[in-house]
């Protein structure tokens, strides 16, 4: 078997650029964003507006000992302070790409 290479990007409904995600409560927008490194540095996105993607490998078919088989991440997220936000129950939905 050969490894087999893979992306993995992050989308957002509510924003067409990564670099600019938002929640939704109405009218309302609370910003936040998704990144790959823990010092959320690193925006998470689809690689474009500066956005980073998250690439590997994996092996597939049947394991072999104690071999893994798969892989995960972690996404670090960040909700700015000082927002000038109604009250309201905020929303987003995010879009897991997985390309090989």
Do not use: C, H, K
């Amino acid at each position: 078997m050969r490894d087999v290479p893979y992306v993995v990007t992050l989308g957002s409904a509510n924003s067409a650029s990564p670099a600019t995600r938002w929640l939704a409560a109405g009218s309302f927008r609370l910003y936040y964003n998704l990144y790959r490194d823990a010092a959320r540095v690193e925006i998470w996105g689809d690689g474009t507006a500066g956005s980073f993607v998250v690439s590997g490998s994996v092996r597939p078919g049947p394991g072999v000992g104690n071999e893994t088989r798969s892989n995960t991440y972690t996404v670090y997220g960040r909700v700015p302070p000082l927002q000038d936000a109604g009250v309201g129950n905020y929303a987003d939905t995010i879009f897991v790409t997985l390309t090989f």
